[in-house]
């Protein structure tokens, strides 16, 4: 939800002067000292390490809990933590009515489907598949800005692009991927899974009049809590099946993803400019991508290497506004 801000900010075209203007003071980065940015660069590591290897976390996990109910529920339970870190904190959780809209919308779009979508397309995509599709999204937001803010694409957005499709092809047209059955629909919720991030970015003014742990609580309910009803409703996973290791995962993808990582994310962010920090989380699916080579077997060759590559240098691209 802080990377939205971020790409949001990137495809904004505004002066310096009026983007200021409609962010609150708490939300612009200052100077930071060496000591504090060295901080950042460790908050930015444990946010990378520990979105990285909940990718093949969540492989292992799909083996005994359908993906709904798993993601529904460690979300759910992280945002009855977030509600209860808010309260220590002082920070409200009141909402007022006027942003109850848009905070409904960012919960469907950067939580529901952004986590949602993602998570049931592991089913039938690799991690490696499905990481770089759903980190595809400034690519996305770059584009989708054009007919929905009528801000055309740069060069160097459009040259993201082109290499993003071009290392997607690589992966996906390379290696026996076939465009029907099962493993299209994954692609296609990966890609939705993006599409929405984006889409929030763009359509959607930042929720800058919640603090940070207040609102990512709220998010956190408001998109897991349905997740959950209907993965009991329609999953209806047996839990008594579940091996300690399932439960070991749950507990990590509760605790580290989204509660840890959230937590060192936006300490990064009051350290580190925000495109740098931004930067950085590119290590997220080059850490999921290696690490499920160990844990599930999954290949790692010239293929994954350069479709690596091409995708993340072409949303690096996207991530680096222009001068």
């Not at 009026?18 to 908050?43: I, K, Q, W």
């Not at 809209?101 to 998570?119: D, E, I, Q, Y």
Request: proline share 7%.
């Amino acid at each position: 939800m802080a990377l939205a801000a971020h790409i949001r900010s990137l495809i904004d075209t505004r002066p310096a002067a009026a983007r200021a203007a409609s962010d609150t003071p708490a939300a612009v980065p200052s100077a930071a000292h060496p000591p504090t940015r060295t901080l950042g660069f460790l908050c930015l590591l444990v946010t990378s390490l520990g979105w990285g290897l909940n990718w093949p976390a969540m492989k292992v996990l799909l083996r005994e809990l359908p993906p709904l109910f798993a993601r529904g529920a460690a979300g759910s339970v992280a945002g009855l933590v977030c509600v209860l870190a808010a309260l220590v904190l002082g920070q409200t959780l009141v909402v007022p009515r006027a942003l109850v809209g848009r905070l409904v919308a960012a919960s469907a779009l950067n939580v529901f489907a952004w986590m949602g979508f993602a998570t049931v397309a592991m089913r039938w995509l690799s991690v490696s598949q499905c990481a770089l599709l759903v980190y595809t999204m400034p690519v996305w937001a770059t584009l989708l800005a054009w007919p929905i803010r009528g801000e055309q694409p740069t060069l160097r957005a459009t040259a993201g692009l082109v290499l993003c499709m071009g290392g997607l092809w690589y992966l996906f047209g390379s290696g026996g991927f076939h465009l029907g059955g099962d493993q299209l629909f994954g692609a296609a919720l990966a890609l939705g899974s993006a599409l929405g991030f984006a889409l929030s970015t763009v359509a959607l003014r930042p929720l800058v009049e919640l603090r940070p742990v207040a609102s990512l609580a709220w998010q956190l309910s408001l998109g897991c809590i349905p997740m959950l009803v209907l993965g009991l409703t329609i999953e209806r996973p047996a839990l008594a099946e579940v091996s300690a290791t399932g439960w070991a995962l749950m507990l990590y993808m509760t605790a580290v993803p989204m509660g840890l990582c959230y937590l060192s994310w936006f300490a990064a962010l009051r350290r580190l400019p925000p495109t740098t920090a931004s930067l950085a989380t590119l290590l997220t699916p080059v850490i999921g991508v290696v690490a499920a080579a160990f844990v599930v077997g999954e290949p790692l060759g010239l293929r994954e290497v350069a479709a690596l590559g091409l995708t993340l240098g072409g949303v690096a691209l996207a991530l680096r506004k222009t001068a």
